[in-house]
Nanobody, 117 residues
Framework: QVQLVESGGGLVQAGGSLRLSCAAS????????MSWYRQAPGKQRELVAV?????????DYADSVKGRFTISRDNAKNSVFLQMNSLKPEDTAVYYC?????????WGQGTQVTVSS
């Protein structure tokens, strides 16, 4: 079982930055892929960024955040981060951390990000 706790959300003006963190805990040896998703009101949850396991994880991003967001992870601390720069009002959403292990996907409780214009 894997428990995920996100932090770092909040209210920021357009053009500002936020850094989200997600820490995994529980009885496990390692985690495979870690990801960030978001869900805006009235919209489906969408993948924002993903990073694979390994010393240097491969990353991929939604087109809407490429060049603005950066995902990274600290394998020793079972943590994943999302640095969000040049934020836009359309980035407003609840952001969820997800972790995959042994074919299962675990979710955090979400953290609210609100970008004012």
């Amino acid at each position: 079982q894997v428990q995920l706790v996100e932090s770092g959300g909040g209210l920021v003006q357009a053009g500002g930055s936020l850094r989200l963190s997600c820490a995994a805990s529980g009885r496990f040896f390692s985690i495979d892929t870690m990801s960030w998703y978001r869900q805006a009101p009235g919209k489906q949850r969408e993948l924002v960024a993903v990073i694979t396991s390994g010393v240097v994880g491969r990353t991929d991003y939604a087109d809407s955040v490429k060049g603005r967001f950066t995902i990274s992870r600290d394998n020793a601390k079972n943590s994943v981060f999302l640095q969000m720069n040049s934020l836009k009002p359309e980035d407003t959403a609840v952001y969820y951390c997800a972790a995959s292990r042994s074919g299962n996907t675990y979710w955090g409780q979400g953290t609210q990000v609100t970008v004012s214009s």
